[in-house]
Structures are given as C-alpha cells and as structure tokens.
C-alpha cells in the first residue's frame, strides 16, 4: 500500500517542489480547495479528499476534512493491534505525513478597515484540527506547520525511508506553539471585540526575532522577541542598516530613546544612557537639536544612544561621528550621512518608521511567578488641567521650558528630577530614594546653567526642602503633580523666593 501525504496550505511557498518529492518516493498525494487545484495544475496527481471521505465540501468550504477517514488515518497507532482492526473494519488508512498551514487570521485582522465578517471567515477549524490531530500522534505521523522545514524532511525521507522520532516530536513540538499562538489572536480579538479589560486568562504571544549574545551581564542567557500585532514604531520592527548585532542592553535603551523622542514634533534628539536621558535637545534643525542633546551631558553621553525624529544629514552625521555612541536611531539617512557614519565598523544605524507611532495596548513587565500588565503612560501636557499654585505666574519663556521638562522626566526612573531650559535638559537626577537626592543631583550637574532654569518633578514634592534647594540653584519656575498634604509648604517657599510653580494634577512614577 502506498504511503499517504495530506498537503493542504494557504501558504504555497515551497509546496509544489515539496509535492514532487513526495510524488518521486511513491507517496499518495490528499488535497483540498485551492491547494488541490494548484499542485493539479502543475501535473501533480492528486486524490482529492472527497474521494476517501465519499462526502463533499460543504458550508461554502468550511467542512471537508473534518471526518473519521481523515482523522482515523491521522490519529491511529500503526503498532497497536486493536486500532489497526477498527482502522480495516472502517476502511481506514493510515496517513504518514501532514503539511498544513492556517487560513490568514492575523494577517486579516492586521488590514485596515477589517470587518468583523472577514475576520470570522478568517478563523481556520479543519487546519488546526488536522494539525493537533497529526501532532498528538507524532510517535508515527510527520506533522509540518512550516515550509522552512520542507527540505530537511525530504531529506530524512531520502535517506532512511522515513523521519527520525527526534524530528517528529520536534516538529510536533513547532506545531503545538503554532496553534497556541494562531488561537491566542483569535482570544485576544474577540476579547477586544467584548471591551473585556482583564480577561481571566490572558494569552500572549511573541515570535523570535533573534537569539542575543548574552543578557544583562554575560553569564545571563537571553533573546529577543517581539509581538507580531505590536506596534512598527518599535526596536522590535526597526531596519539595521550598519553595525554589530544588538545586544540585550541596547535594546532597553534604544526602546527608552524611542518612548522619549516620540513626546516632539519639533526637531529634538535624545541621548540615552542606562534607559535614562542624560540630554535632550530641539533646536530649528536637526544638527541643532543634537548640539543641545550633546551640551547637555557631554560626559555621560559617551558610548550612549542617540534618537533623532528627523532624517540624519551630513552636517548631524558628522557630528555624531565625533563620538563614540553605540546606536544612531532616525527615521532615515541620506546616503551621504550613511557614508560617513559606516566608516565606524560598529556604530548601530537604525531607521523607525515615525509616521506608525502606534502605541501598544498593554505594557507588560515579568516578575517571579507572575506578569504585571498596566496601559502605557502616554499623558502629556497638553491633557493635563494646569493650575498655577504661587503668586507668580511662569513667563512665556518660562511656560515653554516646563513643558520640555515634563516631557522629559516622565521617562527617567523615579524619583525623578529635570532641570531644563526651553531648548534643552540641563541636568538630570535618577532613581534616587528621597526627591531631594535627585534634585541635588541635577542641580549639581546643571551648575550655573540652572540661573533662570525651570525644574520638573515626577511626583509631589513630600516637603519644601527640593523648592529650597532649586531656589538656592536660581531655579525660576517649577512644574509638578500636587497632591501632597504638605503642598502649601513648597508653595510657601516658592512664593518666598518668587519662584512659579505649576500642578498638573497627574504623577509620572517611573520604576
């Protein structure tokens, strides 16, 4: 008896040849719909599925494998005997390989203007159940999800007559994350669909963009993966045109440089350093912006990572190539700024799309045993409801500069602290455990420049002390949320130096 092969795929790359091969070692070809008539009209003889289940597709094509005769011949023990009667009291033969893969859903749902109708259309049954069926019985069936993985399957059957149980259960193993994952967009859809904010079982998915050299530090293993719904403003989606692999590292701080960057629409380059700015810059021009980033912090930005929201030309590129910086984020380059960056072998040079500044629906962070899961802070300015709490109101001027620094200081670890003017940061003071230790931070690196600066605060001030200290500095207007019981005494003080300061009314805690 001929050996059998079921070959049904929306995906036909690779499938033809594949077929011939399998026509060469004498197997029996089953098909269906689309795949069935492509393979035909390239002179592979098929038996069509309709022929072993004496049952046509009905329901306009949505059953047509579902059937005893196919799922008999995938699910059998070839060595059991019990199973091997009912299969020849039933007219039952066996099946030794599946090659399937899934109608489109994610891909649908990807389009703009989808319909839930075509989105349902959308949802394979017999792909899925073929394949778990195939998969769950391993031990005798080879199961393919995957048409990178046609050629060492023929090779194997070429060179011993059939599959190693190795590649089969490896195989099986591909099929069952395969599945898992095409049933998690459907969940995650329909889960939309409902405005169920917190299902009781959340499933996510990630495909592996690349194995890492190593994680934080080198004895840590690690890799990279990335959601294939995320959003294209993303490392995850980012084009390398020039440089050495990323590492784990570079990764955090490049996503770091990006959420910042995306808070301008004036030309505005960002240094990061350790997921924190050390020096934010906007300027008239691109090549502007980044002299301001680079004044900012000239120490710390050494071996950093740069993020420009406009294309990179020479003039910015040359000034880049001054220093040692680890990757160059822009959303181009012109090719005379390619030419002069390349020149350093190393150097990362990224392109993002920035018009796709799509945020994602959930940031998602592991901890031991559990995932914590809260919506991206994106609250700016602009939405917040500003309430001047001193005698004096900040200057126009002084307006502008507070809303770079509340820009800004929701992206550095809390406690937070900026000190900037309206065209750049001046200093920046981190992860500190009490406020004023970070305020005394970036005042200290901001020294004289912090004259007539303003400063922004993440979160409250718990006592008068920072007002105190940035008033010492000759810091001239603040912004930060209120909220504490103590607020009056920081008004008080700012009042007493004749500093303006602001609320928003809104914390940017930043762990």
């Known amino acids: 008896m001929k050996k059998r092969a079921l070959l049904s795929v929306s995906d036909k790359s690779g499938i033809l040849e594949f077929a011939q091969e399998l026509e060469k070692m004498d197997y029996e070809i089953l098909s269906t719909g689309g795949t069935k008539r492509f393979l035909e009209e390239n002179g592979v003889a098929i038996t069509a599925v309709d022929e072993i289940t004496k049952f046509p597709e009905i329901l306009g094509g949505r059953v047509k494998t579902l059937h005893p005769l196919i799922h008999g011949g995938l699910l059998a023990k070839h060595d059991d005997a019990a199973h091997q009667h009912e299969m020849a009291e039933n007219g039952i033969s066996p099946i030794e390989i599946v090659c399937v893969n899934l109608y489109p859903f994610r891909e649908t749902i990807s389009k703009p203007g989808v319909t839930v109708d075509d989105a349902i259309e959308n949802i394979d049954i017999g792909g899925p159940t073929m394949l778990r069926s195939a998969a769950k019985n391993h031990a005798y069936v080879t199961v393919i999800v995957d048409s990178q993985d046609y050629a060492a399957v023929v090779n194997e059957l070429q060179s011993g007559q059939a599959t190693t149980p190795e590649t089969r259960r490896r195989l099986a193993a591909k099929v069952f994350r395969h599945t898992a994952a095409y049933d998690s967009y459907i969940s995650n859809y329909l889960t939309d669909l409902t405005g169920e904010e917190y299902p009781d079982q959340l499933t996510l998915t990630y495909e592996l963009q690349q194995p890492l050299r190593y994680g934080e530090n080198p004895h840590q293993k690690a890799a990279f993966y990335r959601s294939p719904l995320g959003s294209d403003f ?63 912090d000239p120490t710390s930005i050494f071996g950093g990572i740069v993020a420009l929201n406009r294309e990179v030309d020479a003039e910015t590129a040359q000034q880049l190539s001054e220093i040692f910086l680890e990757i160059i984020i822009a959303p181009s380059f012109t090719q005379e700024a390619i030419e002069i960056l390349t020149q350093k072998k190393n150097i990362r040079l990224l392109t993002i799309p920035f018009s796709r500044t799509k945020q994602d629906k959930w940031n998602t962070v592991a901890v031991e045993g559990g995932l914590l899961v809260q919506q991206p802070d994106t609250f700016g300015y602009d939405e917040a409801e500003i309430s001047v709490a001193t005698d004096r109101e900040p200057t126009a001027e002084e307006l502008e500069a507070l809303k770079l620094g509340w820009s800004v200081v929701k992206h550095v670890k809390s406690n937070a602290i900026v000190v900037c003017n309206s065209a750049m940061t001046l ?41 105190e200290a940035a008033a010492k500095a000759g810091i001239k207007a603040i912004i930060q949320p209120g909220g504490s019981k103590k607020d009056q005494e920081s008004i008080d003080k700012a009042n007493e130096y004749g500093i303006a300061m602001i609320f928003t009314g809104v914390r940017h805690f930043k762990h």
């Open 234 to 296: 993303s490392i995850a989606h980012a084009d390398q045109l020039h440089g050495k692999e990323l590492s784990y590292n570079n990764i955090q701080d490049a996503n770091a440089a990006l959420q910042i960057i995306k808070e301008f629409t004036k030309p505005a380059a960002v240094a990061v350093k350790h997921m924190n700015p050390c020096g934010v810059g906007t300027g008239e021009t691109i090549s502007a912006a980044f002299n301001k980033a680079y004044e900012a």
């Open 427 to 467: 200093g920046v003071g981190a992860g500190q455990m009490n406020r004023v230790g970070s305020a005394k931070i970036a005042l200290e690196q901001a020294g004289d420049q912090a004259q007539g600066a303003v400063m922004a605060s993440d979160a409250f001030f718990p006592m008068a002390d920072t007002v």
